[in-house]
């Protein structure tokens, strides 16, 4: 964020993350909109439409959601923006994947106002989409900064950021101090993920897997009313609850019992979306098509009893 600004020398920053649930602290810390921060948002933070293919307005079609951030430009700021944040498959959001062709559109509009493309690979990063490393990298677009932890340390507590000499070297006009920051043994630690992520081919098992695994959802997804959406990449994966298929009316407490009732299967499982009404099926890259099995299986069977 503080790059962004000192870089730029503008104000104004959009976010196209999810406008209730985040991840990166810089983000929240920006926008206020968090179970743990104080729900004012920032002066000089535009939310832009969410480009959500399943509950957006505009549905599949990533060029009109991407007009939204043109207008935000043209009549909510001076014409200059500081930055673009988003997220290639919101998380916490729900594993909500952008609306085909809505960032190569983004990327254009945010370059010609001087902003920064800034993509959030917390979740999304490190081979768990399978067909990428990163989740970016499906879109056909290269931001200037990346933001990356979680899957960097495997459960060591370690976050990094990614950008170019151009914008690093702003930091060199500010006094900059960071406790933890370039400690030895986090790098040592995330070099020891790299070799194994590399060695044991879990991006690839990370997209055969996943495949498989989405196949046998959308199974279930056809058995059963209660699934209305099943989405993802690799092995960050959503399935959507929902009471009225039409409607795609939340089914806030059926989603709470079948998580309670695979939890006493044995398969814990975190939900997350606007409306906490989705599943979000992320496991260990390390996940085996008997895993999978395991998960569908336990879910069909919590579904067939209620």
């Given at each position: 964020m503080l790059i962004a600004?000192?870089?730029?020398?503008?104000h104004d920053i959009i976010s196209v993350r999810n406008a209730y649930h985040g991840n990166a602290a810089g983000t929240m810390g920006a926008t206020a909109q968090s179970n743990w921060k104080f729900n004012v948002v920032q002066s000089?933070?535009?939310?832009?439409?969410?480009?959500?293919?399943?509950?957006?307005?505009?549905?599949?079609?990533?060029?009109?959601?991407?007009?939204?951030?043109?207008?935000?430009?043209?009549?909510?700021?001076?014409?200059?923006?500081?930055?673009?944040?988003?997220?290639?498959?919101?998380?916490?959001?729900?594993?909500?994947?952008?609306?085909?062709?809505?960032?190569?559109?983004?990327?254009?509009?945010?370059k010609e106002a001087g902003g920064l493309f800034i993509a959030d690979e917390v979740q999304a990063g490190f081979g768990r989409t399978g067909s990428h490393f990163w989740g970016f990298e499906a879109h056909n677009v290269v931001p200037d900064i990346v933001t990356m932890a979680k899957g960097i340390g495997n459960?060591?507590?370690?976050?990094?950021?990614?950008?170019?000499?151009?914008?690093?070297?702003?930091?060199?006009?500010?006094?900059?101090?960071?406790?933890?920051?370039?400690?030895?043994?986090?790098?040592?630690?995330g070099m020891a993920v790299l070799k194994v992520i590399e060695k044991e081919q879990l991006q690839k098992n990370a997209f055969v897997v996943g495949s498989y695994l989405k196949q046998r959802l959308n199974t279930l997804k056809e058995k059963y009313e209660l699934i209305g959406d099943v989405r993802g990449r690799g092995l960050m994966l959503g399935v959507e609850f929902v009471t009225d298929r039409e409607l795609k009316t939340p089914a806030n407490k059926e989603t709470l019992h079948v998580m309670d009732q695979m939890k006493e299967s044995g398969v814990l499982v975190g939900k997350g979306g606007y409306y906490g009404n989705v599943f979000r099926v992320t496991p260990p890259l390390c996940f085996t098509k008997e895993d999978a099995d395991f998960v569908a299986d336990a879910m069909d069977l919590t579904l067939s009893r209620m």
């Open positions: 600004r000192l870089y730029t020398g503008c000089g933070v535009h939310h832009a439409v969410n480009p959500d293919p399943y509950r957006g307005i505009f549905g599949s079609d990533g060029e009109k959601y991407a007009r939204d951030v043109q207008d935000i430009i043209n009549f909510s700021t001076s014409g200059h923006v500081s930055a673009f944040m988003f997220e290639a498959i919101q998380g916490v959001g729900g594993i909500v994947e952008l609306a085909p062709g809505y960032l190569p559109a983004v990327y254009n509009t945010v459960g060591f507590p370690l976050g990094a950021v990614v950008t170019t000499q151009e914008i690093a070297e702003v930091l060199t006009h500010r006094n900059y101090f960071n406790t933890f920051g370039g400690n030895p043994v986090s790098t040592a630690a």
